[in-house]
């Protein structure tokens, strides 16, 4: 595998860095924005954009929506920004990418100024490109469409690629967008979450990540 792998792609919260976002919280204020504006209120914050999104942009509506639900996304981002912490050799693994002469990228359901700010923070700026917020797409994982463009961005064919993650939105993304796909224990999903949809690898540690790409 390690020779066929040209790019890696990256999750944020939960894989670079813990998991900070207040879920029940958080999503019980979007529910309430999205009633507000007359969207449903089924599913978890990613399902609730989408959905919402489903609708706003075949009408030409998603900078509204944007406008609108955006500052709720943004300010449970905030939050977050203020507790985070990287992960256990996430720096060194991207140098160690890099090394080998692996592209790296992200793909995140962060919005883009959190994003910015915490990449900046860690001195991962320098390490990972193209960087795909909410804020670059219309849907949010599990849909693929951040995915697909860091792949087109990166000119690499899902075969030659690598999602790395820590949900079962990130295994669903990758999936489908034809990735393979490794998760990092101890992100927003348990292990058991993934019973029904395996990835093609289990980490405890960022740092197992090599060893695995060396595989046949």
């Known amino acids: 595998?390690?020779?066929?792998?040209?790019?890696?792609?990256?999750?944020?919260?939960?894989?670079?860095?813990d998991f900070q976002w207040r879920l029940a919280d958080a999503e019980s204020e979007l529910r309430r924005a999205f009633a507000a504006q007359c969207y449903?209120?089924?599913?978890n914050y990613a399902e609730l954009w989408n959905a919402a999104a489903d609708i706003?942009?075949?009408?030409?509506?998603l900078a509204a929506l944007r406008g609108v639900l955006g500052p709720v996304y943004d300010r449970w981002d905030d939050d977050a920004l203020t507790?985070?912490?990287?992960?256990?050799?996430?720096?060194?693994?991207?140098?160690?990418?890099?090394?080998?002469?692996?592209?790296?990228a992200m793909v995140s359901n962060i919005g883009r100024a959190a994003l910015a700010a915490a990449l900046a923070r860690f001195g991962l700026d320098r390490r990972l490109a193209p960087v795909v917020s909410r804020d670059?797409?219309?849907?949010?994982?599990?849909?693929p469409e951040g995915t697909l463009r860091a792949l087109a961005e990166l000119k690499t064919t899902p075969?030659?690629?690598l999602f790395v993650g820590d949900s079962?939105?990130?295994?669903?993304?990758?999936?489908?967008?034809?990735?393979?796909?490794?998760?990092?224990?101890g992100g927003e999903c348990v292990e058991s979450d993934f019973a029904a949809l395996p990835p093609d690898h289990f980490m405890s540690r960022l740092d197992?990540?090599?060893?695995?790409?060396?595989?046949?």
């Open 83 to 104: 507790r985070w912490a990287l992960r256990p050799g996430a720096a060194a693994l991207l140098q160690a990418l890099a090394g080998r002469g692996v592209r790296t």
């Open 168 to 185: 079962r939105a990130d295994v669903l993304a990758a999936r489908a967008a034809g990735l393979r796909v490794a998760i990092i224990r």
């Open 136 to 143: 670059d797409v219309a849907f949010m994982k599990p849909r």
């Open 56 to 61: 706003a942009v075949p009408q030409g509506r």
């Open 208 to 216: 197992e990540l090599p060893a695995w790409l060396d595989r046949d």
């Open 159 to 161: 075969e030659e690629a």
């Open 40 to 43: 449903g209120t089924a599913g």
């Open 1 to 17: 595998m390690g020779n066929t792998v040209k790019a890696v792609i990256f999750d944020f919260e939960g894989t670079l860095v």
